[in-house]
């Protein structure tokens, strides 16, 4: 039972309806009714999760995916708690990605709905940019159909950066047919499949989507295709390689490859002590003993020597 999920998606649907946010869902019939499925979404707003969560909860049943989500999230005291408590997987991305892989692969064989946004970051571009190979991999290992995802319209309300909070915009979600593959194909393949397959129903999601730009400052919420004023794919892609340099820099000096070794050189260094420490317990444990086994045994001799000066009395 869905201690947390259900609540939060009804939390959700109430603030959906304060806002006045019509979320428009269609291919529902892709989505398995039970069973492990990957979903594959593109990633242009903080709103995406739960517009990809609304799909799958209006199924009845409804079904609770589980999203692979930056471990920084994980941090905060009560978002962190929401998100473990709805069974979340977080991902490190700079020091064991694959960590993340392995569990919601696990998650797969246990049947749940396992959600990941393969780009890694929001696009600039509003535009899928280049996949990471995770989701083919997890969908190869498990067996399970891998599903693109597209969803649009919840940057024009929460962007990377500051919400731009205002009433009436559609949002909406389309899920597509599943990417066929075969299990020994190179994941890298079936990922350049899962990429054109999103981003043609992105595209589909944009030429459907009933609102254009009134003004030519509310431009920035369209792709340049469209005429938008959004950067470039290549230029989203240069921007989000810059970040990800730049948060490997901010890492802490150590390593993960060596902090290790470094644990080792420090529980070597300690040993002696450690071993000093443990033989003057052991020591003063065995003295402890040998002096309550003496008082046993004087105790004994006293008792006997008593014994016999009474005997002797009474004859």
Known sequence: MEMVYAPARRAV????????????????????????AVLAANHVSYLDPVL?????????????????????????????????GMRHVPVDRERSPARALVEGTRRLSEG??????????TSRALMPTRLKPGAAR???????????????????VWPEGRPRLQRGVPLVTLVGAPV???????????????????????????RAYPERPRTVEELWWLPRYLGGTAMSVAEAEALAAREAGERRAQRPATAPAQRPAAASAQRAAATPAKRQASMVRARAARAARVGRRAAARRAVRLGRSKRTTTQRTIR
């Open 112 to 121: 749940d709905l396992v959600a990941l946004f393969p780009e890694g970051t």
């Open 180 to 206: 066929t593959y075969d299990a020994h194909e190179h994941p890298a393949a079936v990922t350049a499949r899962l990429e054109e397959a999103l981003t043609e129903l992105v595209e589909a999601a944009q």
């Open 52 to 84: 990809v969560a609304w799909a799958t909860t209006r199924l009845r049943p409804a079904r609770y995916p589980r999203f692979l989500a930056k471990s920084e999230l994980f941090e905060g005291r009560l978002v962190g708690r929401l998100l473990h």
């Open 13 to 36: 649907e109430a603030a959906l309806a304060v806002a006045d946010w019509p979320v428009h869902v269609a291919g529902l019939e892709h989505l398995p009714r039970r069973g492990p």
């Open 138 to 156: 997890m969908a190869m290992r498990a067996g399970a159909p891998l599903l693109p995802v597209a969803v649009w319209g919840g940057h024009r």
